[in-house]
């Protein structure tokens, strides 16, 4: 009895575990694309760097403001573009030491993009942001 009850305990335990995010710097890259977040987090508290390198765009460089809410961080993008400030909201599933993109159908009001809905988000694991060595 013992010894299911002790298997039982670890069984719940994983299940009810998420994935862990870990301070550091992720990258995405998806043909000439490519996307760095350099991060901590503190508690489920996430800040840091985040920068967007699309092929013939304008690169976006702006900062991270982000919650862990168990397997999926959320915050606000806020970034210079074009010569304008902008604020989106951004999303990922955690992984292991991946993050998969949220997407989805996105909303405008002032200078700031919203999910339209946020509860049905897709988590695109095709183009992973994986952990690298953070390079300064």
């Not at 400030?85 to 990922?92: E, G, H, K, M, T």
């Amino acid at each position: 009895i013992f010894v299911f009850f002790l298997l039982f305990s670890i069984l719940v335990a994983e299940a009810q575990l998420p994935d862990s995010l870990s301070s550091g710097c992720y990258s995405q890259i998806a043909g000439h694309d490519t996307a760095n977040l350099q991060m901590e987090n503190k508690g489920g508290s996430v800040s840091g760097a985040l920068s967007y390198n699309i092929f013939q765009e304008d690169r976006n460089d702006g900062t991270l403001q982000g919650e862990m809410s168990g397997d999926i961080l959320t915050g606000w993008y806020l970034f210079k573009s074009e010569g304008i400030i902008s604020v989106r909201r951004v999303a990922w599933k955690i992984k292991g030491s991946e993050l998969w993109p949220g997407t989805g159908e996105m909303i405008e009001k002032n200078d700031t993009m919203f999910f339209s809905l946020p509860g049905k988000l897709q988590y695109d694991n095709t183009r992973a942001y994986k952990k690298v060595d953070c390079i300064l």
